[in-house]
T-cell receptor
Framework: NAGVTQTPKFQVLKTGQSMTLQCAQDMNHNSMYWYRQDPGMGLRLIYYSASEGTTDKGEVPNGYNVSRLNKREFSLRLESAAPSQTSVYFC???????????????FGEGSWLTVV | QKEVEQDPGPLSVPEGAIVSLNCTYSNSAFQYFMWYRQYSRKGPELLMYTYSSGNKEDGRFTAQVDKSSKYISLFIRDSQPSDSATYLCAMSGGYQKVTFGIGTKLQVIP
């Protein structure tokens, strides 16, 4: 049982380049999330998807787009990468509750992104 | 003022010590309280989960919630080097986003 799988694990981008972070979960969870984690800032929610077919902005959505491809997959796209988007990105999922209401949030291993 | 305040540490203790990790919060609507453990270069994983006030014990770990003081704690008894990690508190008011603390880095010295 893999849980939450995200790729790539490491990526270096040049300013202005685009890329997509892929995420898949095999726990049949309804809700999926993308967070970024920065020193001194903690985990901040970028976007979430309460259920298949819906997506909503979190705290820091600017510069990102998401796609809930199906129940298993939730991708995060950087259209024009900026140095401020250098961070560790975590995909996560939970059984129900658009924002982790009363449910355990399961995290992936993280994707380390550097924008130069 | 942040909704959730957590001392980032680092906190260094000798093996076998009792560790106390704490968070304060300002949102009185929070009623679900969680502690996540995050090893270096890994994603956070849920360690303890408590609803409303009170204590919850799981092996060497005890979570306490004092809603009147808006203060939560995680105690680790007989700490082990394998407990070395960053511990994040997290809390939610129900159908609201989960708010995380910035994490406290703990190092248990053999």
């Amino acid at each position: 049982n893999a849980g939450v799988t995200q790729t790539p694990k490491f990526q270096v981008l040049k300013t202005g380049q685009s890329m997509t972070l892929q995420c898949a979960q095999d726990m049949n969870h309804n809700s999926m999330y993308w967070y970024r984690q920065d020193p001194g800032m903690g985990l901040r929610l970028i976007y979430y998807s309460a259920s298949e077919g819906t997506t909503d902005k979190g705290e820091v959505p600017n510069g990102y787009n998401v796609s809930r491809l199906n129940k298993r997959e939730f991708s995060l796209r950087l259209e024009s990468a900026a140095p401020s988007q250098t961070s560790v990105y975590f995909c996560a999922s939970s059984e129900t509750g658009g924002r982790g209401y009363g449910n355990t949030i399961y995290f992936g291993e993280g994707s380390w992104l550097t924008v130069v | 003022q942040k909704e959730v305040e957590q001392d980032p540490g680092p906190l260094s203790v000798p093996e076998g010590a009792i560790v106390s990790l704490n968070c304060t919060y300002s949102n009185s609507a929070f009623q679900y309280f969680m502690w996540y453990r995050q090893y270096s270069r890994k994603g956070p994983e849920l360690l303890m989960y408590t609803y409303s006030s009170g204590n919850k014990e799981d092996g060497r770990f005890t979570a306490q919630v004092d809603k009147s003081s808006k203060y939560i704690s995680l105690f680790i008894r007989d700490s082990q080097p394998s407990d070395s990690a960053t511990y994040l508190c997290a809390m939610s008011g129900g159908y609201q986003k989960v708010t995380f603390g910035i994490g406290t880095k703990l190092q248990v010295i053999p």
